[in-house]
């Protein structure tokens, strides 16, 4: 198992100062006196307010420290991974701000913790600070447990203590409150891997089919095992187990990522929450949010609150600790109609006989090159150039009678839309691009070689090669420079020796590509050079050849 | 590998569903079009200002949806997981949000974002809409690349140009301002693992001792693969490849969590920042967090910024944007003196023959009986509880000439603090709990009885165990009862006759344990019944031997 450490004996102190280095909650510090005294601190805080202390162990960041902050925490007291801190460090976080209105710890009930802090309260009673303990027993776990761990609910007695301190409550106000609050909070985890404490060997008893629900967070099985499901069947497990655990609703609910589920992973299990029964008591969510974690476990946990008028109050307020991830309060996902101008123009079929005779031929000589361009593209690609040109033909093809041949603008944007949605590949995109551009442009100028020279160039724009790169404009620009001889020639029509021209101008370009040993873009640029040497590349090979029908057609016809 | 899905078709709409269901941002909705189009979108947008647009493929969250809201993102269009959407979605996406004022379309560099967006972009234009396009590039990994990738770096661009359309500035400027600070953007990414595509077989071509740096946001190998490090010496060497591909700074850094990373990890590595010589010219930091991940990558990337007026500007401001984290500017961390009142009080030593021959009594009894205790506990435990209580009492004997012999209340404080810092085990804690609260309430009565039973009360209020757990309680309470027999009796010494009918009660508590075949509390609670039969607690029989002890002395002397 590799971490992002350097020695397990600074993981702690490491992670506070880089915590310290980077969180957006202003005015924190720390005590002095690493490696015992490992405290977080606001120094704006005037202890003429109830002073709100948590900690524990740590492992489970942001908790506690990210949660330090104006309306939540006045301070946080951690140990090592998954080890209380020492009473002298709880005793020093009392001490740095608790004044005349006294201070309360909210402690998760494992004994290292209630016992280190509870001596420390007594310590500080014993040197006249008024001191009072709220132990938070969220987990629903174990049936009759005599006693339940404190999980992720933790965070609610957090907020609610934050807030009744920061709004001026008095300490046996708010004591109250806490503890009756943590009495109706109820949380449960699941997770597909054991977590792994930096430096252990990894200890991961769960199979590949299992999972495991009712954890802790300190890396200890779980109450059970169960079958690895999708995640709407584990978050059902989840909450039916909570719902027989909990009073009625209504409820806040915490969604906690236990530490390596991908986000996108915890976004699907909120969606899965959505659906269950317990969903529908559930008017407000927090998360999913890292919140209190257990290292690198890959699961989430569940905690329920249920709401009253202060609590509601309490956790919609605004805090300064950047942890806090915010509330949602529940309602409805907002969808709005798709807008009906998404929809592509529908151009009026117009004929013109020369446009006519010039798509029918490249579309026949597209087809009947197929094989060819396969076996130029299996050289160098996967062989399937021939297939993507020889699509998008047949479909121009079988198009025909609906193109508004007469209208050049319209036109190319009509042939821009078949080809992006049945070319396929990255030339199906690429050249509907160039036809998309072409249209735009040729309407306002009604020039061919000007319009598809633009289209060219947005072409290269989006599509990111250039001349030389081994690609269809290797063929594509020397061709087109070759309509324009003097840069921009207003014309509607190409003359035919302009287009013979610019034909065998595209040919030299798509012959001098099989000189090129390095392509720079397209699927070609992971090709060894040695397999390039000697071959044709077959996006410029297909456009030299529909430069050469172009031409031959209109010898034929004159121009269009 | 398991993952939380529940079918590989449906990851990207539930994960949507699931993201529009919880976020914290305001006003957000989706476009109608499962499973085509997935497009969030602000519906409380007036379209008087330049629209922002950002997409490309999924597995990247929170991007795109997550910065989506007021003075960032104006929509996110989202393809399949790592696969760009098409270009209808991103068709739909700029009309639903774009008006006169035009809009911006931020894309990361890969060829099918570029293609669709591209192609999109071109459609809009072509249909009336100003619509740009800004590729982001910031990759640094591949020297001389024709390709750079678009990485987390594209955060920065994303609030650069959310910031200029909130404040009302016009496409041109925003365009520009977005194109120059895309090129004074690098980027570079360092994992330990690969990501697994869910519904893929993990192809994890790192070994245990290999890292990888310079990899790209889809699961594609690293530039290079490198040795496993300590954190510090990974991000030094990301760090030094940085700071060789960019400008002069100053700087603004992103810290990106690619996916699995644990929060004390990230803050580790956040750390780790701090000490290298890129530290110094960077003045705003932005993360550690989830900003543009790749799955679940057990990695981190790195992305800076030259910062000027105008991007420092842009990146202070607040947004409505849930993922945003908000800067942070780099200064010193505060580090503040350990309150001196959290020393302890000192005390002056003073004699009582009595007192002092009671804990002499205690103390060499304590020491005779260790092996006997160890041996009880050796059956339902790890066999210390002699040795914890024989540390304790040859601390307490050397240190009885200063001793506060004659002031009950110090007496029992000093008590409390040698054994809280010299017993060890919880036994050491619940007896420095009882010593303090008992001085406490001594000083207030001069009652010893009274002042003992307060303070186990205290010691059962923080233990959490009772009467009949199987603990030293089971002695203690019975004797501490027998020597208040009308509740509370001030009396500043005890008679010896009620002494030895202590010690009686005593004595038949810790005997009962021995009858008690289910242990609820301490760590016989772990033992199976069986094991337990017969043998008492150990703790109870030092308690117990305690009572006895102090009664022969009390018989031979009389009260202290």
Request: glycine share 14%; charged share 15%; proline share 5%.
């Given at each position: 198992m590799k971490h992002f450490i350097n020695a397990k004996n600074n993981i702690v102190t490491e992670a506070l100062d880089g915590f310290l280095a980077t969180t957006t909650t202003t005015g924190l510090a720390r005590l002095d006196g690493y490696p015992h005294t490992k405290v977080i601190i606001r120094t704006d805080w005037d202890k003429s307010r109830v002073a709100v202390i948590a900690g524990g162990g740590s492992g489970h960041e942001p908790a506690h420290t990210g949660f330090v902050g104006e309306a939540m925490l006045t301070a946080a007291v951690c140990g090592e991974v998954f080890a209380s801190p020492g009473v002298d460090a709880v005793l020093a976080a009392i001490i740095a701000v608790t004044g005349e209105a006294g201070c309360l710890l909210i402690v998760k009930n494992y004994t290292g913790d209630r016992l280190n802090f509870g001596l420390a309260a007594e310590r500080a009673n014993a040197l006249g600070y008024r001191v009072e303990m709220v132990v938070v027993a969220d987990d629903i776990a174990i049936p009759d447990a005599d006693y339940p761990r404190g999980l992720a609910g933790t965070l609610f007695i957090h907020k609610i203590a934050g807030f009744m301190a920061a709004r001026g409550d008095e300490l046996d106000r708010i004591v109250t409150a806490a503890r009756t609050a943590a009495?109706?909070?109820?949380?449960?985890?699941?997770?597909?891997?054991?977590?792994?404490?930096?430096?252990?060997?990894?200890?991961?008893?769960?199979?590949?089919?299992?999972?495991?629900?009712?954890?802790?967070?300190?890396?200890?099985?779980?109450?059970?095992?169960?079958?690895?499901?999708k995640a709407d069947e584990l978050m059902s497990l989840a909450c039916e187990k909570l719902a027989q655990a909990a009073a009625p609703g209504p409820f806040a609910l915490i969604l906690n990522n236990l530490g390596t589920v991908p986000p996108v992973e915890m976004a699907i299990l909120a969606n899965a929450f959505t659906k269950t029964a317990l969903a529908k008591k559930t008017t407000i969510i927090i998360g999913p949010a890292h919140l209190m974690t257990s290292l690198n476990m890959n699961g989430f946990s569940l905690s329920l609150l249920v709401l009253d008028d202060l609590r509601t109050a309490a956790l919609r307020a605004d805090v300064g600790a950047s942890s806090w991830p915010g509330i949602r309060v529940c309602d409805q996902i907002r969808v709005v109609e798709l807008p009906k101008t998404a929809q592509d123009k529908s151009y009026r079929p117009s004929r013109n006989e020369t446009v006519e005779a010039i798509i029918r031929a490249v579309c026949e000589m597209l087809i009947s090159a197929e094989d060819e361009l396969n076996f130029l593209d299996s050289r160098i690609g996967d062989g399937d150039t021939g297939t993507t040109f020889g699509r998008a033909a047949r479909t121009i093809a079988d198009a025909l009678n609906d193109?508004?041949?007469?209208?050049?603008?319209?036109?190319?944007?009509?042939?821009?839309?078949?080809?992006?949605?049945?070319?396929?590949?990255?030339?199906?995109?690429?050249?509907?691009?160039?036809?998309?551009?072409?249209?735009?442009?040729?309407?306002?100028?009604?020039?061919?070689?000007?319009?598809?020279?633009?289209?060219?160039?947005?072409?290269?724009?989006?599509?990111?090669?250039?001349?030389?790169?081994?690609?269809?404009?290797d063929a594509l620009m020397p061709g087109l420079d070759r309509l324009m001889p003097n840069g921009s020639m207003a014309s509607e029509s190409i003359p035919g020796e302009s287009m013979a021209a610019a034909a065998l101008a595209a040919r030299a370009g798509a012959n001098s590509t099989a000189l090129m040993t390095t392509a720079c873009a397209g699927r070609a640029s992971y090709v060894q050079a040695e397999n390039l040497a000697g071959v044709t590349d077959p996006g410029a090979e297909a456009i030299a050849r529909i430069f050469e029908t172009v031409a031959v057609v209109i010898r034929k016809r004159g121009p269009a």
């Open positions: 009495s109706r909070c109820y949380s449960i985890g699941l997770s597909l891997d054991s977590c792994t404490v930096p430096g252990n060997i990894p200890d991961d008893y769960l199979g590949p089919n299992e999972a495991e629900l009712g954890l802790g967070i300190h890396g200890e099985p779980g109450f059970s095992k169960i079958a690895f499901a193109l508004p041949c007469a209208d050049g603008g319209d036109l190319s944007m009509a042939l821009s839309t078949i080809l992006s949605r049945n070319m396929g590949g990255s030339s199906g995109v690429l050249l509907a691009i160039l036809f998309m551009a072409a249209g735009k442009a040729y309407k306002k100028n009604n020039d061919w070689p000007l319009a598809l020279f633009h289209g060219a160039r947005r072409m290269m724009q989006y599509g990111g090669a250039d001349v030389g790169d081994r690609t269809m404009l």
